[in-house]
């Protein structure tokens, strides 16, 4: 009988689900609003509602199945707990809430999907490392025993693969390479601290770094007929597709500051390669190249000219869907 | 009957080595030069000293035994390969040689020394990840599956493990912290780029922070009464001991940019705990109270007053023999 896994992703504004089989083919997906479930208190309710959306995805499955388990990423997502701790975005304190104590905001969503499906394995982690372990069961890390994935979208995430396991780290949260400081004393975080890659580069990253140039620089640019709060990053590669000279150099700052901070990366966990993964990676070759540049001219010397970066090798319309599936398949194939 | 491994850490001065038991204690320790054999046609004539001058130990040993093992650290030292693979310091071609094909200084020395005893397992890995090992076998670390040793010597070496496994990276040569480039345009370094780690947080890297502050401050200081080029880290620490203001601002600043790059660290790996081992560590509280202050201060929230700050736990007068003695009690043990 055919085996699929479901696969979560949950965002702060959408849940993606579907059921994936063991080549990584999206069977079915559904979603369900995230957005409208913005409480704490109606966290039981998103419990209940995902429970329900699931069964009724796996009733329209038109093929006889086994389901091996499910899958699910998701911001400040714990493998070693299977719970969201305290995440940012999701399930807040009423506002005027007196206690708020942050333990409350721990939320055991893998043992309350186990015990709702009859106790099968039920696997989370944060959305950047599913879909590095997509990368490594369905896509271009096939195979490969070290690898690096970075993930560009809103933010920039990152997982770390040494020895065929993703580092988790003892508290279950490794991989924050976007909280990185490259630059002490610079751009506010939302973190808390300043100057982290992720407020360099990222999708809104990029869009801050245009903002700066066009202080910094004369040459006209089309992004300048833009309010600052409509700018992002699809209108920043479609002016240097165009040739416009504040976004191509945009792209190149941001290639340079990913490719030093990758350099370092490399020095600590050697890689074989590096993924780039997300909206922003679509962008090519104009940050694909600045990238490799910075990436190798600031290499240390054991290291030069050996690390492959590549492109997502996931062909699905939500990559994160195959991604947390694969967090299954990883395991089943030990 | 008792079983003992054969430990070896080679130096670009002298080669260690001693028959190490299963809990870590050398039963007996004899040395090499190894600048007796400074270039590469001397390397056969190393090997077969070393051979014979391990036999000897063992035919020393006052008890029966026998011989699990042999684990080797030594400065690039390929863990994938069990070769010394074109070291810095060793074996070098002589002056005016014209044949300077780096692919001849690669030195199998494990498999040679494997064949020399019988074909019993040799394991090899630079010096600090042989140092790393150690700690989770007989030191500070065990029963830790997530940790990262950092060496302060000469330079700075570091070991990672995540998931109980070191972290060698796809060509074997992971865990370079001490090239992290923490302030891009920086101090020189050997390794031909600036700004390493290591040009701040080592032995030499202290010194230089002397220079650079007695450049910058009015205050006196015994420091200022001695060459450079005979400074070394021990009379810094001496001289911080007695309250000299160069000395003692000397450490704050050494343990403050450690404690930076700490920080990133544990973003990308999350440790349960960061080891220190090395002449620098043995400074104490003089460096770790900074080292530890500015980590916290730079860590992202998740990780903050998570992560311990520790010694060296192996107590040997030369950590690094039973350290490199722990390959082979670590893949024993599985």
New interface residues.
């Given amino acids: 009988m055919k085996k699929i896994a479901i696969g979560i992703d949950i965002g702060g504004t959408n849940t993606a689900f579907g059921a994936v089989d063991e080549e990584g083919c999206v069977c079915a997906e559904s979603n369900l609003s995230t957005r409208r479930y913005p409480l704490l208190d109606d966290y039981p309710d998103y419990v209940a509602d995902l429970t329900a959306a699931i069964r009724t995805l796996l009733g329209s499955l038109p093929f006889p199945f086994e389901t091996a388990g499910i899958g699910i990423g998701a911001p ?1 997502g714990n493998y070693r707990t299977g719970a969201i701790e305290q995440p940012v975005n999701l399930w807040k304190f009423r506002p005027g809430e007196i206690d708020r104590d942050e333990r409350r905001r721990i939320f055991p969503l893998a043992d309350e999907l186990s015990a709702a499906f009859d106790g099968i394995p039920v696997r989370m982690t944060n959305d950047a490392n599913a879909s590095t372990i997509g990368e490594m069961i369905f896509g271009n890390a096939r195979g ?4 690096i994935v970075v993930t560009l979208g809103t933010g920039l995430g990152s997982g ?1 693969v ?2 065929g ?1 993703l ?11 976007g ?3 490259v630059e ?1 004393g610079g751009r506010c975080c939302g ?3 300043r100057g ?1 890659l992720e407020t360099y580069v990222s999708a809104t990253g990029i869009c801050r770094t245009a903002l700066e140039l066009m202080a910094e620089l004369n040459e006209p640019s089309t992004l300048r007929g833009i309010a600052p709060q409509e700018l992002d990053a699809r209108m920043i590669s479609e002016a240097a597709e165009a040739g416009d000279p504040i976004a191509v150099e945009c792209f190149r700052r941001t290639g340079e500051r990913l490719g ?1 901070a990758l ?3 490399v ?6 390669a590096i993924l780039l993964f997300g909206g922003l990676a679509k962008a090519g070759a104009k940050l694909f190249d600045p990238t490799r540049a910075a990436m190798e001219a ?1 290499m ?4 030069r000219n ?1 690390v492959k970066l590549l492109p997502s090798g996931i062909r699905a319309t939500n990559a994160a869907i195959p991604g947390a599936a694969a967090l299954i398949w990883k395991e089943l194939r030990g």
């Avoid at 490969?144 to 690898?147: E, G, H, Y």
């Avoid at 240390?300 to 290291?303: K, L, R, T």
């Fill in positions: 400040n490969m025993r070290d690898f770390f040494a020895n396991e580092v988790c780290g003892h508290d279950g949260f490794a991989g924050e390479l909280h990185v400081v002490p973190c808390g601290r982290c030093r350099a370092d990366a020095t600590i966990t050697s890689p074989e600031h240390m010397y054991p290291f050996k």
